[in-house]
């Protein structure tokens, strides 16, 4: 069993920022890419971040610049530091990762999901 936990969400003001975290726990043998995605109602599911290995990192257009993505190996926690935020940045925000569990298997494992609202 794998498990995906986000937390940080909430609501800021337009230009505010929130840093958002994700942990994984259960029978992980190894993480290959921790992402993060966001989805909006009637719309479809967008990656807004991933980062690959430790330093190889992949940004939506609409948030380069002022999202950041990092991650914590050795707690197997991916964090999304968000500044500058927009209204249009309102979503859900879910966390994901690509990673092999102890018996072997390769599977994408999904959070539950954090609200961000951005609103004055």
């Known amino acids: 069993q794998v498990q995906l936990v986000e937390s940080g969400g909430g609501l800021v003001q337009p230009g505010g920022s929130l840093r958002l975290s994700c942990a994984a726990s259960?029978?992980?043998?190894?993480?290959?890419?921790m992402a993060w995605y966001r989805q909006v109602p009637g719309k479809q599911r967008e990656l807004v971040a991933n980062i690959i290995g430790g330093d190889n990192r992949n940004y939506a257009d609409s948030v380069k610049g002022r999202f950041t993505i990092s991650r914590d190996n050795a707690k197997n926690t991916v964090y999304l530091q968000m500044n500058s935020l927009k209204p249009e940045d309102t979503a859900v925000y879910y966390c994901?990762?690509?990673?092999?569990?102890?018996?072997?298997?390769?599977?994408?494992?999904w959070g539950q999901g954090t609200q961000v609202t951005v609103s004055s």
């Open positions: 994901n990762a690509d990673l092999k569990t102890t018996s072997l298997r390769r599977m994408l494992s």
């Open positions: 259960g029978s992980i043998l190894s993480i290959y890419v």
